[in-house]
C-alpha cells in the first residue's frame, strides 16, 4: 500500500481566504476535520487551518482504534458516544470511510491481570458497552497457536477501526 501523504510534496494552499466565517477552526486531525465538518452540515460557514497537511499529521499515523474497552469511567460515556457517531458516518460514506466494527482483544498475561479487567467490567455494563470476559480456553481456541499461557481476556465486540490514511 503506498501511503497517500508525502513530506515530499510540501503543503501548500492556493485558494484565497474566505472573506468571512462564523466559525474557525485550530487543527486539522480527526478531531479538528470532524468539527468542522458537523458544523458545516449545521449550516455554518467554517474556515479549518492547520500548520501541515489537513488529516496530514498524526491524525494519519495512528492505529485508527475506536475503542470503549479499557477506558476510564469518565470517559465511556464520550467513547460510546463517539462510536454511535462513527456508526452513523459509517451508514452515511459506506466503505468509502475505511469503518470496521471487529471489536477489540485485550489478552490478560496474568491472573492478575484477568483479575483487573473483571473489576472494569461494572463500567462497561453500566455505559452499555458490551465487553465480556474471556476464559483461558475462549482465547486459545480463538486464537490458534497462542497456546495456554493466556489466562484470560476482554473482548468487546462493538469496538472498531476507521483506517487512517481514509477516514
Not at 513530506?7 to 468571512?20: K, Q, S, T
Given at each position: ?10 503543503a501548500?494552499?492556493l ?46 499515523r ?57 473489576a ?18 475462549e ?29
Amino acid at each position: 500500500m503506498h501511503f497517500p501523504i508525502s513530506m515530499a510534496v510540501p503543503a501548500r494552499f492556493l485558494a484565497p481566504l474566505p472573506a468571512a466565517c462564523d466559525v474557525v477552526v485550530i487543527g486539522g486531525g480527526v478531531v479538528g476535520v470532524m468539527t468542522a465538518w458537523f458544523l458545516a452540515e449545521r449550516g455554518m460557514r467554517v474556515t479549518l487551518c492547520e500548520k501541515g497537511r489537513i488529516a496530514g499529521e498524526q491524525s494519519s499515523r495512528n492505529w485508527g482504534w475506536i475503542r470503549q474497552q479499557g477506558r476510564d469511567a469518565a470517559e465511556l460515556p464520550i467513547m460510546v458516544e463517539s462510536l454511535r457517531l462513527w456508526q452513523g458516518l459509517a451508514q452515511q460514506f459506506g466503505d468509502r470511510l475505511g469503518f470496521h466494527q471487529t471489536g477489540v482483544m485485550y489478552l490478560a498475561g496474568s491472573e492478575k491481570a484477568v483479575e483487573g479487567y473483571e473489576a472494569w467490567l461494572p463500567h462497561a455494563q453500566a455505559n452499555g458497552v458490551d465487553s465480556r470476559l474471556m476464559s483461558r480456553r475462549e482465547v486459545a481456541a480463538r486464537l490458534k497457536g497462542a497456546g495456554p499461557g493466556w489466562p484470560g481476556g476482554l473482548f468487546t465486540p462493538s469496538d472498531a477501526r476507521a483506517e487512517p490514511w481514509v477516514a
